[in-house]
């Protein structure tokens, strides 16, 4: 798992950090506090983030949000994602 996302529309992010369902990305595009950001995580993995909110940082937004209705495999592909660890 890389850790890369590709928003529903337009736009990519990478994982930053995760807190069990918080989740920080680093993002091409800025989303509102409140908004649902869909998206797919390494292409396989769609999920829907609550979006607290976005802030300009460099080249890049960093988003933050908490995973909606997000299953188990979900989360525990966000959690690897943040670590950089890949299933054997």
Do not use: H, Y
Not at 52 to 58: C, D, I, L
Not at 69 to 80: D, G, I, K, M, Q
């Amino acid at each position: 798992m890389s850790g890369l996302i590709r928003w529903s529309g337009d736009g990519e992010a990478t994982v930053v950090a995760v807190d069990a369902i918080n989740v920080t990305v680093r993002s091409t595009r800025p989303f509102p506090p409140g908004a649902p950001a869909q998206g797919t995580l390494d292409e396989v993995l769609p999920f829907t983030l609550k979006v607290a909110g976005s802030r300009k940082e460099a080249d890049a937004f960093v988003v933050r949000g908490r995973l909606v209705s997000a299953t188990v495999a979900v989360r525990e592909a966000f959690a690897r994602a943040a670590t950089g660890v890949n299933p054997s």
